[in-house]
């Protein structure tokens, strides 16, 4: 029974472009959503988050979008570099907001 | 300083043994957090802790028990090892309970042979 999704395992974006990674999630009630970086060999490390009270939230070159309606939210990076080749996680903020629910993640490979 | 981390990084060791994994934070955070990712790279909360009082238990069988000496320790033992404990554990610390941020050890790479 997953409640956060990420349908696309992989995804391949040359240099410069835009990349876009996709969230899926199940329970409209969630109503703070993360994402998270991840290098091999390394821990997860923050990226950026969003409260349901907003749709949109930017930090650089990384912003998020959420649709409540649609219960989804993606994240995109412009310009994509290759040091952000990586798996990203989606995660919300659930069990009255003391834990973390992941997503399964998407390995982004920005390209030369 | 490394902010939050886990010893041992890897560990080999056959079905049935008994082992331990320990974490430790020097962000003098109040809640640490123990993860498992599995084979399909699904990654999902075990435990969390907050000021050394058990908060969340995922439905981790007994065999798993966390302790926490200190609110900078929170440590992960494991009885009579299976085939399936084989995975990669994630401690991590925040501020306090609901706090989006957490901050990740590097992993420690459990291999049940």
């Known amino acids: 029974d997953q409640q956060v999704k990420q349908n696309s395992p992989s995804l391949s974006v040359q240099e410069g472009r835009i990349s876009i990674l996709n969230c899926d999630y199940t329970n409209s009630m969630f109503d703070y959503f993360l994402w998270y970086k991840k290098y091999p060999a390394e821990g997860p490390t923050f990226l950026i988050s969003i409260s349901s009270i907003k749709d949109k939230n930017e930090d650089g070159r990384f912003t998020v979008f959420l649709n409540k309606s649609a219960k989804h939210l993606s994240l995109h990076i412009v310009p994509s570099q290759p040091g952000d080749s990586a798996v990203y996680f989606c995660?919300?903020?659930?069990?009255?907001?003391?834990?973390?629910?992941f997503g399964t993640g998407t390995q982004l490979k920005v390209e030369l | 300083d490394t902010a939050v981390s886990q010893t041992p990084k890897y560990l080999v060791t056959q079905m049935g043994n008994d082992k331990s994994i320990k974490c430790e934070q020097n962000l003098g955070h109040d809640t640490m957090y123990w993860y498992k990712q599995d084979s399909k790279k699904f990654l999902k909360i075990m435990f969390s802790?907050?000021?050394?009082?058990?908060?969340i238990n995922e439905t981790v069988p007994n065999r798993f028990s966390p302790k926490s000496p200190d609110k900078a320790h929170l440590n992960l033992h494991i009885n009579s090892l299976e085939l399936g404990d084989s995975a990669v554990y994630f401690c991590a610390s925040s501020h306090g309970l609901a706090e989006e941020t957490q901050y990740f050890g590097p992993g420690t790479r459990l291999l049940v042979l």
């Open positions: 995660a919300v903020l659930t069990g009255g907001g003391n834990k973390l629910t």
């Open positions: 802790y907050n000021n050394k009082e058990l908060i």
